[in-house]
């Protein structure tokens, strides 16, 4: 089969095409639109950020010869917003169908946040972050057939559904997306079941290496909130250990201005894995502002194998985060502090030497259309 490459430009004139389009639908002409094509519906957002260290690097350090770097910017071993001065996050276009039926949903994703959410995609596909259809079998039952979003986890890729605009350590080492089947079962008005057959995770084009990863899913929601207890277990490549992670999420409004969420995961792949939990509590102060926190502690399990973890051998984590939602509008300013200790020195500081922690700060801007 002939192989399509899309180039750098051809991509930039793809996405500028649909924003153009999406800029031209006003609030008026995207109710022509939904009478025009009934079901069919455009969204997405475009977030982009600074972000600089108190304690840390923020510039790579050339040595004696000036062009040899000997150190470089720092940043916690977390995904995305880790770029130093002014940054871009990712234009984010979704494109769905929703019919009584049947549907789709085609996510698609450009820039620096976009590419690390689809990091084991190739070729063409790596602009996109979901690509599903599913089919409504009865009222209770949808399957879809696919690459979507983990179901695992409190936080998510897109920075719209996300408090704190920086990730977790939980989100960043856990999964990102999978490709598969699942069926979403409706049990009654308040409990739901999920089951799945995937790809080895985040291997959303294709599968390499012939074997599967199963999905389960319990969840319970009411007015106030919901609870969902996720399971994956299996193979990620040939000759490992089987994967195997369970996770906890819930969230739930105490009153109308507290709400408090909460996290708690444990991951073992071929005798290396993690754990940890994070609390979320946010207080809605006015109308336009909130103000979260995000506590976490995070273990690794490197069991003598220091090459697959990232802070080094068995380290153990803390982060507070500290963000605020400014919304005016579709837009939501979010200013952030934040502090990363670990239990050894795998920072450096602005004098180059060795510390165990590092704060920073960084004010973000996200747009939803």
Known sequence: MKQITITKMQKFLIF??????????????????????????????????????????????????????????????????????????????????????????????????????VFLSMGSSNIVNQLYVYYNVSENVRLTLGDFNTFLGYEVISPVDNFNYSTSYMFSYGPFSHTGLKADIALNNNWSAMLAIMNPTDYTEFDPFGVYTFGAQLGYSNSSGSAYLNLIYGEQAPGLDPTFQIDLTTGWDFSEAFYLGLNTTYNSTDDVGFYGVALYPQIQTSENFAIGLRAEYFKELANGHDETVVYNSDANLTAFTLTGNYTVGSLTIKPELRLDSVDRDVFINQDLEPTDNLSSFILAAVYAF
């Open 16 to 117: 500028a095409s649909i924003g153009l389009w999406n800029i031209s639908v006003s609030a008026q002409e995207s109710e022509v639109l939904e009478e025009a094509l009934p079901g069919f519906s455009i969204g997405g957002s475009v977030d982009t950020y600074f972000r600089t260290n108190f304690n840390g690097l923020n510039k790579y350090v050339y040595g004696p010869d000036g062009e040899t770097p000997i150190a470089g910017p720092q940043a916690p071993a977390t995904a995305f917003a880790n770029d130093p001065g002014f940054a871009l996050g990712m234009a984010n276009v979704i494109l769905g169908y929703e019919g009584e039926k049947i549907g789709f949903v085609a996510d698609l994703v450009f820039g620096p946040r976009g590419e690390e959410a």
